[in-house]
Structure formats: C-alpha cells, structure tokens
Nanobody
Framework: QVQLVESGGGSVQAGGSLTLTCKIS??????????MGWFRQAPGKEREGVAL????????SYAASVKGRFTISKDSSETTLSLQMNLLKPEDTAMYYC?????????????????WGQGTQVTVSS
C-alpha cells in the first residue's frame, strides 16, 4: 500500500520561500511508477491542483497561479517528491497535499489519484 507523508509547511511572510517534501513508501519503483501531484485547499475553497510530474519525471505541469514561482521535482528512486515555493503570496495560504496515481499520464482530475497524504499547512502573511 502506497503511503505519502508531507512535511515542510509553515508560516512565512509574503515574498518568502518554503520547500514541501512528500515521502513516498509502500511500493517498488522498479516495477511501476507513479504520476505525482501537489494539490492545495484554502479555507472555504475547493481543493485545486498546483503541480504535476509524470512517472518519468519529464512531463511537468503547473497551475497558472504558481507557474514561474513553484518547482516540482522527485528523486530518481521515487521516494521523495518536492515542491519548491518561491515568491509566496498570501493567496498561496492553504493545506497542501501530495497525491499519487498509477496512470499512464498525469491529469488534474483529483479522482484519478488513489493515494493522498494528510497534508501540510502553508500560511503566508502580508
């Protein structure tokens, strides 16, 4: 059973940076690989996609609101997914979740993801 555990959240001022980490366990990357994504949910809003990285690590997509400021990456062993967040804005405040799916391609559709972490809180003050 795939398990995902996020860390790295915290409180920062606008313009600051944070790096979120998602530890991946419970499966062998030698037999199959995961499409991975970061999603976030702000208070009173629906959960939305932030960044995706395909099973090869080469197909990467970003939400328009974070493009140019956030960078998603994963290590070659597929044990760690990261999200480097720069130039943070108050509107980036949310609970951030990593998610994984054994799919051929990565989609923004959240129902495609079978595995979710518990989330890590990011708070950006102005």
């Amino acid at each position: 059973q795939v398990q995902l555990v996020e860390s790295g959240g915290g409180s920062v001022q606008a313009g600051g940076s944070l790096t979120l980490t998602c530890k991946i366990s419970g499966y062998s990357s030698s037999s199959s690989r995961l499409c991975m994504g970061w999603f976030r949910q702000a208070p009173g809003k629906e959960r939305e996609g932030v960044a995706l990285i395909d099973k090869f690590g080469t197909g990467i997509s970003y939400a328009a609101s974070v493009k140019g400021r956030f960078t998603i990456s994963k290590d070659s062993s597929e044990t760690t997914l990261s999200l480097q967040m720069n130039l943070l804005k108050p509107e980036d405040t949310a609970m951030y979740y990593c998610a994984g799916a054994f799919t051929g391609a990565c989609w923004w559709t959240q129902s495609e993801y079978d595995y979710w972490g518990q989330g890590t809180q990011v708070t950006v003050s102005s």
